[in-house]
């Protein structure tokens, strides 16, 4: 019953989002009809009149509104006439990109977040601890686009490890696994410079919670039952500092998807961002929006499935519901 | 026969930022099998210590046992190492503790807590510890047992609660079980169950009791015999209804007069509430060569500030450490 209510919630959220998204690019100077005039090299007045009746941009803004409404509700973002293709075909068709990258960056940091912050909890004042905040402080400062460049250049130029740019090597042939593989080398530089700054935030709030945890009473309880330091930690203490790292990882999902077209304009990703910096330079408007929507649609269902996450962890929650 | 628990001039220091403080300064007592022991005193006077001491369990890198021996079964638990204090926690000696609102993990049903001590100390498989986590919550009267063992904590009231927790320190039938003010977090209907409860067990399972309150009705009714603690040091030991007759320590009878009573009458004149004025000294005091009592006794005199007591023994092995303990 109370996840259909946040389902409807998540519904009635989006078609806000969409109302904004659409009232805000309305009202950016210029429309679409100048953007194709100017690609077919000018029009007359006249000409400028019939695509606007052609793309119904003569329309009263409101009707306007409701019809692509309408449309999106049917699954129908509508025609770029920058790529001349239907825009949802165009967005399944870089989504898996985009949604590989991200995953696996969200998943990365929050694994190898957790663990250091895990560790820097055990021993807070060791060197490794200091190192942990250290390293946090600057993956959560340096810009993602600069971390990308210095990780290319240290690791594609200097040190050739890893491919430039792209996502798979044209010239590999082989079955799934050899081309699997080629996928995955081209992923590491983007993957980890995605997930530099998440890691940072989750390896600190994990260490904080941890620490915080480790001292109330249950964690006495285990120790006064005779359980290891091993068991008391990884099954005591971490479950019930995971809520506020989950949390926040299901808030910074947004912030991970905008991150995402960062890095892959950085690293020529064939994903959404890329997209998306694109049809923004087009002014290719039915694009644009279809991104806006389906980013916004990720981070609704992202915090949807934080919810499911926080119910698995905490059964207080559960409790509420 | 040897007691169970012998422990012999303790000395537990705790570092603070003004130094390192005797928190439990020259302590010996012994607890026989299957007896009752009461540690009484006001916050602050070492019975949490000596209950942590005991269990290994000191907050670490800030206190640790200085001096003096703990010996349980032949064993000194002071050289004892971590492998072995795992052992003997939670299945030789087990403890109780103040607050049950927070003492159980919220993120685990009381069943896996419960059956989860029985696994590590009995080795029994995943079944069989969680059929006798249902008798265990059947022992300390949880209706329903079968029902509830996949509860969680946040559904239980606190005397329910101080219940498992009760169940899990008595699962492995533990030689000593060590409660440390099991009922101060629990309204006073509630208390009088808990204390029937531990007895009860007790007595069943022939575990020794070192219980650790406030409640001196609770330890005449519970303890055979009763240790006074101030400032970290053994004021006064001995059987409990002569110590509570007869108290050979101005600060046993202090706490005694503490107590309020009902009167049969309620025409009768009331007597005024006492207490024992003055506060208990600063940790940094602890450890003077002098009663650190005396500043708030009424029979001190010069000999008090220039020397800590010895113990003079009385009848019936009741000790008080009072230089005027003939007088009190």
Redesign the interface.
Same mark, same amino acid.
């Given at each position: 019953m109370k996840i259909l209510q946040r389902v409807l919630y998540a519904i009635l959220l989006l078609i806000a989002v969409l109302v904004l998204n659409f009232s805000m690019l309305h009202l950016a100077p210029g429309d679409i009809a100048d953007t194709i005039a100017q690609s077919m090299g000018g029009a007359d007045a006249e000409i400028l009149e019939q695509i606007r009746s052609d793309y119904g941009l003569d329309q009263p803004f409101l009707v306007q509104l409701g019809q692509y409404i309408w449309k999106v509700l049917h699954f129908d973002l509508g025609h770029s006439f920058f790529y001349n293709q239907p825009v949802t075909t165009l967005i399944i068709a870089k989504l898996p990109a985009t949604l590989l990258l991200v995953l696996t960056a969200q998943l990365l940091a929050l694994v190898v977040g957790v663990l250091l912050g895990v560790y820097s909890a055990r021993h807070p004042n060791g060197l490794s601890s200091h190192f942990v905040t250290l390293f946090a402080l600057f993956g959560y400062s340096a810009p993602v686009f600069w971390t990308g460049i210095l990780l290319l250049i240290a690791f594609s130029l200097k040190i050739p490890l890893f491919p430039v740019a792209g996502m798979i090597d044209v010239t590999v042939e082989g079955g799934f696994f050899v081309r699997a593989l080629d996928i995955a080398k081209h992923m590491v530089l983007p993957v980890v410079t995605l997930s530099s700054i998440f890691l940072a935030l989750y390896s600190r709030l994990c260490r904080a919670s941890m620490m915080e945890v480790l001292g $109330?009473?249950?964690i006495?309880?285990?120790?006064?039952?005779?359980? $290891?330091e091993r068991e008391i930690v990884l099954k005591?203490a971490l479950?019930?500092s995971l809520s506020p790292v989950v949390t926040l990882a299901g808030l910074q999902f947004s912030a991970v998807i905008s991150g995402a077209v960062l890095v892959e304009t950085v690293f020529s990703w064939p994903g959404l961002g890329t997209l998306a910096l694109q049809s923004i330079i087009a002014r290719d408007t039915p694009t644009i929006l279809g991104i806006l929507f389906f980013s916004a649609l990720v981070v609704v269902v992202g915090n949807l499935l934080t919810d499911l996450a926080l119910r698995t962890?905490?059964?207080?929650v559960r409790?509420k519901a | 026969m040897a007691p169970l628990l012998q422990v012999e001039n303790l000395r537990i220091e705790l570092t603070t930022r003004d130094g390192v403080a005797p928190v439990i300064d020259d302590l010996s007592f012994s607890l026989n099998a299957g007896e009752t022991i009461s540690f009484v005193g006001e916050s602050g006077c070492g019975k949490s210590m000596t209950a942590l001491g005991i269990?290994g369990?000191l907050p670490e890198k800030i206190g640790h046992i200085a001096s003096g021996t703990i010996n349980f079964d032949g064993e000194d638990l002071t050289k004892a190492s971590d492998v072995r204090?795992?052992?003997?926690?939670?299945?030789d000696i087990?403890?109780i503790?103040q607050?049950p609102m927070? $003492?159980?993990?919220?993120?685990?049903t009381i069943g896996e807590q419960i059956a989860?001590?029985l696994r590590?100390?009995q080795g029994l498989g995943k079944r069989a510890a969680h059929d006798k986590a249902i008798d265990l919550l059947d022992a300390v009267r949880i209706p329903n047992p079968k029902a509830r063992v996949s509860d969680?904590p946040?559904?239980m009231s606190g005397g329910q609660r101080q219940r498992v927790?009760i169940a899990?320190?008595l699962a492995c039938e533990p030689k000593i079980l060590i409660a440390d003010e099991p009922t101060t977090a629990l309204d006073v209907t509630v208390q009088a169950q808990i204390f029937d409860l531990l007895r009860d067990l007790g007595e069943k399972m022939g575990t020794a009791i070192i219980l650790i309150t406030h409640d001196m009705g609770a330890v005449a009714e519970m303890a055979e015999r009763l240790i006074v603690m101030y400032a970290g040091r053994k004021a006064e030991e001995g059987p409990v209804e002569q110590v509570i007759d007869h108290p050979r320590h101005p600060y046993t009878k202090g706490l005694i007069s503490c107590v309020p009573h009902l009167m049969g009458t309620l025409t009768a004149e009331r007597p005024t509430l006492t207490e024992v004025r003055g506060i208990v000294p600063s940790i940094r005091q602890f450890g003077r060569d002098a009663c650190l009592f005396a500043s708030r006794c009424d029979l001190v005199s010069d000999k008090c500030l220039e020397g800590r007591p010895h113990e003079i023994g009385f009848e019936n092995d009741q000790h008080s450490a009072c230089w005027h303990a003939e007088d009190v």
């Amino acid at each position: 019953m109370k996840i259909l209510q946040r389902v409807l919630y998540a519904i009635l959220l989006l078609i806000a989002v969409l109302v904004l998204n659409f009232s805000m690019l309305h009202l950016a100077p210029g429309d679409i009809a100048d953007t194709i005039a100017q690609s077919m090299g000018g029009a007359d007045a006249e000409i400028l009149e019939q695509i606007r009746s052609d793309y119904g941009l003569d329309q009263p803004f409101l009707v306007q509104l409701g019809q692509y409404i309408w449309k999106v509700l049917h699954f129908d973002l509508g025609h770029s006439f920058f790529y001349n293709q239907p825009v949802t075909t165009l967005i399944i068709a870089k989504l898996p990109a985009t949604l590989l990258l991200v995953l696996t960056a969200q998943l990365l940091a929050l694994v190898v977040g957790v663990l250091l912050g895990v560790y820097s909890a055990r021993h807070p004042n060791g060197l490794s601890s200091h190192f942990v905040t250290l390293f946090a402080l600057f993956g959560y400062s340096a810009p993602v686009f600069w971390t990308g460049i210095l990780l290319l250049i240290a690791f594609s130029l200097k040190i050739p490890l890893f491919p430039v740019a792209g996502m798979i090597d044209v010239t590999v042939e082989g079955g799934f696994f050899v081309r699997a593989l080629d996928i995955a080398k081209h992923m590491v530089l983007p993957v980890v410079t995605l997930s530099s700054i998440f890691l940072a935030l989750y390896s600190r709030l994990c260490r904080a919670s941890m620490m915080e945890v480790l001292g $109330s009473d249950y964690i006495r309880t285990a120790k006064a039952k005779g359980l $290891s330091e091993r068991e008391i930690v990884l099954k005591h203490a971490l479950k019930n500092s995971l809520s506020p790292v989950v949390t926040l990882a299901g808030l910074q999902f947004s912030a991970v998807i905008s991150g995402a077209v960062l890095v892959e304009t950085v690293f020529s990703w064939p994903g959404l961002g890329t997209l998306a910096l694109q049809s923004i330079i087009a002014r290719d408007t039915p694009t644009i929006l279809g991104i806006l929507f389906f980013s916004a649609l990720v981070v609704v269902v992202g915090n949807l499935l934080t919810d499911l996450a926080l119910r698995t962890i905490d059964p207080r929650v559960r409790g509420k519901a | 026969m040897a007691p169970l628990l012998q422990v012999e001039n303790l000395r537990i220091e705790l570092t603070t930022r003004d130094g390192v403080a005797p928190v439990i300064d020259d302590l010996s007592f012994s607890l026989n099998a299957g007896e009752t022991i009461s540690f009484v005193g006001e916050s602050g006077c070492g019975k949490s210590m000596t209950a942590l001491g005991i269990m290994g369990l000191l907050p670490e890198k800030i206190g640790h046992i200085a001096s003096g021996t703990i010996n349980f079964d032949g064993e000194d638990l002071t050289k004892a190492s971590d492998v072995r204090l795992r052992e003997i926690r939670g299945n030789d000696i087990s403890m109780i503790f103040q607050e049950p609102m927070t $003492s159980l993990n919220p993120v685990y049903t009381i069943g896996e807590q419960i059956a989860e001590v029985l696994r590590r100390h009995q080795g029994l498989g995943k079944r069989a510890a969680h059929d006798k986590a249902i008798d265990l919550l059947d022992a300390v009267r949880i209706p329903n047992p079968k029902a509830r063992v996949s509860d969680y904590p946040h559904q239980m009231s606190g005397g329910q609660r101080q219940r498992v927790m009760i169940a899990i320190a008595l699962a492995c039938e533990p030689k000593i079980l060590i409660a440390d003010e099991p009922t101060t977090a629990l309204d006073v209907t509630v208390q009088a169950q808990i204390f029937d409860l531990l007895r009860d067990l007790g007595e069943k399972m022939g575990t020794a009791i070192i219980l650790i309150t406030h409640d001196m009705g609770a330890v005449a009714e519970m303890a055979e015999r009763l240790i006074v603690m101030y400032a970290g040091r053994k004021a006064e030991e001995g059987p409990v209804e002569q110590v509570i007759d007869h108290p050979r320590h101005p600060y046993t009878k202090g706490l005694i007069s503490c107590v309020p009573h009902l009167m049969g009458t309620l025409t009768a004149e009331r007597p005024t509430l006492t207490e024992v004025r003055g506060i208990v000294p600063s940790i940094r005091q602890f450890g003077r060569d002098a009663c650190l009592f005396a500043s708030r006794c009424d029979l001190v005199s010069d000999k008090c500030l220039e020397g800590r007591p010895h113990e003079i023994g009385f009848e019936n092995d009741q000790h008080s450490a009072c230089w005027h303990a003939e007088d009190v």
